[in-house]
Structure formats: C-alpha cells, structure tokens
C-alpha cells in the first residue's frame, strides 16, 4: 500500500518552500489564483508554451491546496498523484521540443511552473532533469533558488545531508531541518543562491504553518 501524503509534503509542495516562504501572496491566501497569461506572457518568446505551462502550474497548485485545507482526506491525494502524473507528461514533451523552458522561452513564473513539476515528480525524473535545470540557472533563465531546494530534495531522498536546508520535516508537533551537511556554513551557501538565512527560513515557516495542535489528554 502506498504511504499516504504527510502533512509536510503537502506545505513543501506548494510551489516548494523556496518561493512559498517568500510570497506574501501565499502566505495570505488560503487558495490559489492562477496568474493571468496576458500578464505573464507578455514578453515570452513563445506564448503558446507560457499559457500551458500556467495552466499546469495551475492544476498543480490547485490540487495542492484542496489537499492542504482538507486534511486527512485521502481523494484529494489521489487527485494529486494523478495530476502529478498528467503534468508530467506535458513538462517531458515541453522540454523535449524546446530545451528547459526558461524566463526567455516561457517567462519567469511559467518556467517555475516546469520547475514545480519536476519538483514533485520521482528521485529518477529530478535526477535526470537537474543538470538541464543547472545550466538554465547559470544562464539566468531559473531561480538557483529553486535548482537549490530540488538539489537538497535529491540528497534527502537519497538519505544524505542537504546542502542548503530547505527540507523540513515535522518531529513531535515541531519543525525541524532535515540534516544539513556543514551547517555552520549553510547561511553562507544559502546566500549565494538567494535564500535568505536558515534561521529566517526556519520562523517564516512556523509562523506560516503552525504544528496542529496536540490532542488532550
């Protein structure tokens, strides 16, 4: 039987917790508003692959938080599996016919949307896609930020310490870092990407998704 979504799957996988802890428009919104392609596509090279990488970034989003509000219900988590499934699909081809579909290509928010995609798909497609997504951020055409929070994904699953601390976990009603190889530096790293410091990172996410409540006794 496959484990069920955990509560901290759900949060990190809103957008990943690199931009979620820097949005106010995440934090104030307990739903999603899909952005506007005549906004968001206005200076892309190709518009047609910025609209559909919005709407899967959309799809994607929306699954999320009906999952995030509805806790413990187990359809939503299977819509999410089969969304995951579906967006796949389309990002692949994308990326095939047009290289990673960067800020240029796609327009900053859309090729986030690819991004997302990856993000939530297995260790293998992560793996496969990371150099691909590497070459793309020191081009400029993606967040480091956001190649950061999938390097430190990889290492976790692979059970090793993460680089740059954006994986958390839940531990006895609190959040906790995921082990962080050097620690005493990881600021340092986490800097030349654009995150902010770890102690930072670490109170905007309690303060955004508090540990539930513990059971009385």
């Known amino acids: 039987m496959a484990p069920t979504m955990s509560r901290m799957t759900r949060i990190g996988s809103i957008l990943g917790l690199a931009t979620l802890l820097t949005s106010t428009h995440l934090i104030a919104e307990k739903h999603w508003i ?3 392609p005549k906004v968001e596509c206005a200076s892309a090279a190709n518009k047609d692959v910025c609209a559909e990488l919005l ?6 989003q929306i699954a999320r938080y009906d999952a995030l509000n509805h806790p413990g219900d187990k359809t939503f988590e299977e819509t999410i599996k089969k969304v995951d499934r579906e967006n796949l699909v389309r990002v692949e081809a994308i990326i095939a016919a047009n290289g990673w579909p960067g800020a240029s290509l796609a327009g900053r928010k859309a090729g986030g949307g690819a991004w997302t995609v990856i993000q939530h798909a297995d260790l293998p497609t992560q793996k496969k896609y990371l150099p691909l997504m590497t070459k793309a ?7 480091w930020a956001l190649v950061a929070t999938t390097i430190d994904r990889i290492e976790v699953r692979e059970g090793k310490p993460q680089t740059y601390g954006t994986q958390f976990r839940e531990v006895n ?4 870092s995921e082990p962080i190889e050097d620690e005493a530096h990881v600021d340092d790293r986490r800097k030349k990407v654009g995150l902010g410091p770890l102690a930072e990172y670490t109170a905007q996410l ?5 540990p539930p409540p513990k059971p009385k006794e």
């Open 206 to 210: 309690k303060q955004l998704h508090p």
């Open 173 to 176: 009603g609190e959040w906790v």
């Open 55 to 60: 709407a899967i970034r959309d799809r994607d």
């Open 34 to 36: 899909p952005a506007d």
């Open 137 to 143: 951020a020191d081009a400029g055409e993606l967040s």
